[in-house]
């Protein structure tokens, strides 16, 4: 009786574990078919969904439709807008394209402008137009200016110019400078190449130096050489370096390589060591290794 007993609790066990795996096996082809049903995938089956799966379904389709054809997509289909979808599309598309008239930026259909806005738009390009020449940008028409606009323009040329050359960004035509201008304008250039020179920054011409600047410009290269070799930099040049300069660089060197030899810490080089110092630090404890 026991053995029956047990044998029909093993079947029912293994009828249970076999339905709660078809089970499981159902619930997630049902979830990976409405997934696919969602993003229009060919093979799904919406005949296998409920009534609201297939109602979300539709209203999510339906606002992905709206959301294409608001974007310009090819995959609108505006057969499937709502009287009041359409309107409001046509509304956002008429106002799309003011806004990219106005500013210059997209694509613009003027056949599709209203009387009104025909006006503002040619009134926005025109502005457009005077800025871009001011500017010196292309396009640039200048046949419908007037001559006071003409009269600006050329003034703006001017202090472009101006500006290029005092800057060195941009075209510089001398030719178009007053004297004052020119004038000017070598001096900052004459300033601008001496802080080079004496910074060691940027083009340096020494040949539009003069005397004084010219020695000047030697004293601080000497300067920041001499504080490049103190620092143990690449860029010293011990060829530089005065007798008295090359002496007290000598003597750091030897404090900085006797105080790595007591602490341990950086390059020391026992063999410049003096007799006294080597004994000194022979005779002090070592630190314990860690």
């Given at each position: 009786m026991k053995v029956i007993l047990r044998i029909m609790l093993c079947l029912l066990a293994a009828f249970l574990g076999s339905s709660q795996g078809v089970l499981v096996a159902q619930v997630s082809d049902h979830e990976d078919n409405l997934s696919a049903c969602k993003k229009s995938v060919e093979s799904s089956n919406r005949s296998n969904l409920t009534d609201a799966e297939n109602h979300d379904i539709a209203v999510s389709l339906h606002q992905s439709n709206v959301a294409a054809c608001r974007a310009g997509e090819n995959s609108c289909d505006r057969s499937q807008l709502t009287a009041l979808e359409t309107i409001a599309l046509r509304v956002s598309g008429h106002e799309t394209n003011v806004s990219n008239c106005m500013g210059g930026i997209g694509p613009c259909d003027h056949l599709a402008?209203?009387?009104?806005?025909?006006?503002?738009?040619?009134?926005?390009?025109?502005?457009?137009?005077i800025s871009r020449c001011k500017n010196g940008w292309q396009p640039c028409d200048t046949s419908k200016f007037s001559k006071q606009e003409?009269?600006?323009?050329?003034?703006a040329d001017h202090r472009r110019n101006v500006s290029n050359c005092t800057d060195l960004i941009g075209p510089c035509n001398d030719s178009m400078l007053t004297r004052a201008e020119a004038k000017e304008i070598a001096a900052a250039a004459h300033a601008r190449n001496l802080s080079n020179c004496s910074e060691g920054w940027g083009p340096c011409d020494r040949s539009r130096l003069s005397p004084a600047e010219a020695r000047a410009v030697v004293s601080a290269e000497r300067q920041r050489n001499s504080i490049a070799?103190?620092?143990?930099?690449?860029?010293?040049?011990?060829?530089?370096?005065?007798?008295?300069?090359?002496?007290a660089l000598k003597v750091t060197e030897q404090r900085r390589n006797l105080k790595a030899c007591?602490?341990?810490?950086?390059?020391?080089?026992?063999?410049?060591?003096?007799?006294?110092?080597?004994?000194?630090?022979?005779?002090?404890?070592?630190?314990?290794?860690r």
């Open positions: 402008l209203t009387i009104r806005e025909s006006r503002a738009v040619a009134l926005a390009e025109r502005q457009q137009n003409m009269s600006d323009l050329a003034i070799c103190a620092d143990g930099k690449e860029s010293c040049d011990d060829s530089l370096l005065t007798a008295s300069e090359v002496i007591q602490t341990g810490y950086g390059y020391c080089d026992l063999s410049r060591l003096t007799k006294d110092e080597a004994r000194t630090i022979a005779a002090e404890p070592q630190p314990a290794p």
